[in-house]
């Protein structure tokens, strides 16, 4: 079965790191890009860059640029988001997300199924 | 990067059809995806491409794409169809990033 199963929950501090994963399996990790995606509690969803795990290059929408970093190990199929100093207004739910059988079709057929991060003091 | 405006919400009759609109610069160029989203659940894939439905969704499900708007069309609303949708597609930079939509409820009265 394809799939991506991601880390769980996490509840932080405000200026604490983190590190959340993202692990695919089922199919051949490095021919897929895997994006990440933030919904704010109550909000919409927002892309906010992807990874090609075939060699680690990145793209991001600038409204992330520098806020995240999006890195793989394509070693163990998995895929991170992380922060360096986390704000209260990363309190959120985040999906990473591929394209398998629309592939070519800038479309996410696969979702992970979201890992919660709350961000308070 | 572009954005992607979409009507807040929309309410159908069971059974009716539904149109969900999209517009956006970039959809002069690029295909639109839509995703299906219900109260505590990961995005599914609905719509992708010209007029693509993924293994396993209904084929009441549709697509299509004028100009700068996208539309998702439902034909004969179920109840099971109530949910937030969205829109995606590559912004307009040329640096292939993407963008999602503003999203629409969908009521099934």
């Known amino acids: 079965e394809v799939q991506l199963v991601q880390s769980g929950a996490e509840v932080k501090k405000p200026g604490e790191s983190l590190r959340i994963s993202c692990k695919g399996s089922g199919y051949s990790f490095t021919s897929y890009w895997i994006s990440w995606v933030r919904q704010m509690p109550g909000k919409g969803l927002e892309w906010m860059g992807r990874i090609d795990p075939s060699d680690s290059y990145t793209n991001y929408s600038p409204s992330f640029q520098g806020h995240v970093t999006i890195s793989a190990d394509k070693s163990i199929s998995t895929a991170y988001l992380q922060w360096s100093s986390l704000k209260a207004s990363d309190t959120a739910m985040y999906y990473c997300a591929t394209e398998i059988a629309a592939a070519g079709n800038d479309a996410f057929d696969i979702w992970g199924q979201g890992t919660m991060v709350t961000v308070s003091s | 990067s572009s954005e992607l405006t979409q009507d807040p919400a929309v309410s159908v009759a069971l059974g009716q059809t539904v149109r969900i609109t999209c517009q956006g610069d970039s959809l002069r160029s690029y295909y639109a995806s839509w995703y299906q989203q219900k109260p505590g659940q990961a995005p599914v894939l609905v719509i992708y491409?010209?007029?693509n439905r993924p293994s396993g969704i209904p084929d009441r499900f549709s697509g299509s794409s004028s100009g700068n708007t996208a539309s998702l069309t439902i034909t004969g609303a179920q109840a099971e169809d109530e949910a937030d949708y969205y829109c995606?597609?590559?912004?307009?930079?040329?640096?292939?990033?993407?963008?999602f939509g503003t999203g629409t409820k969908v009521t099934v009265l």
């Open positions: 491409g010209k007029n």
């Open positions: 995606n597609s590559r912004d307009s930079s040329g640096n292939h990033l993407y963008v």
